[in-house]
């Protein structure tokens, strides 16, 4: 990592914390001129016994929900672009931590921005979450955007 960001990777689940974490990681990548990617992580192919794909009803739902998320995605993009920045939306499908991790990998992100979901410390300590876990494995600086509820 240089002494300047210069790339953003900041991942989105479209929970009610999605637009703070794109405001900030937006704002942030506006006063550094920085380029900023806005990741989401679909849940992987599901694996049915038996069916090489699925069902064909199954496999329908789950277009259609992959559809809904990316057009999520580019609105998302589309709002931090209208700001003059540099925006790429990605979509990519797997463990969502090890995602996450993996693509600011590649990417080179000088810093991971994600939100944090209000849920109590007993559950966290039990079950641990996604920006606890980005930012335990992520080699790299990680700002976590709390929940209104947090």
């Known amino acids: 990592m240089g002494d300047v960001l210069k790339t953003i990777l900041a991942a989105v689940d479209f929970s009610t914390n999605s637009g703070a974490v794109v405001d900030t990681a937006a704002a942030l ?10 990741l ?17 009803e199954v496999r329908d739902t789950i277009a259609g929900a992959l559809r809904a998320e990316h057009r999520d995605l580019e609105a998302l993009a589309a709002r931090a672009s209208a700001g003059g920045i540099d925006t790429e939306p990605l979509m990519i499908q797997g463990p969502t ?22 849920h109590g410390a007993l559950l966290r300590a039990l079950l641990g979450s996604v920006s606890m876990g980005v930012l335990r494995t992520a080699g ?3 700002l976590i955007i709390p929940s209104r509820d947090d």
Do not use: N, T
């Not at 990548?29 to 806005?38: E, H, R």
């Not at 989401?40 to 064909?56: L, R």
């Not at 931590?97 to 080179?108: F, P, T």
């Open 140 to 142: 790299r600086p990680v």
């Open 97 to 118: 931590i090890e995602a996450i991790v993996h693509k600011a990998g590649d990417l080179d992100a000088d810093i991971i921005v994600v939100g944090s979901h209000g």
């Open 40 to 56: 989401h992580v679909a849940a992987p192919d599901p694996d049915f016994v038996g069916y090489a794909a699925g069902p064909s």
């Open 29 to 38: 990548a506006k006063g550094l001129d920085a380029k900023l990617f806005i």
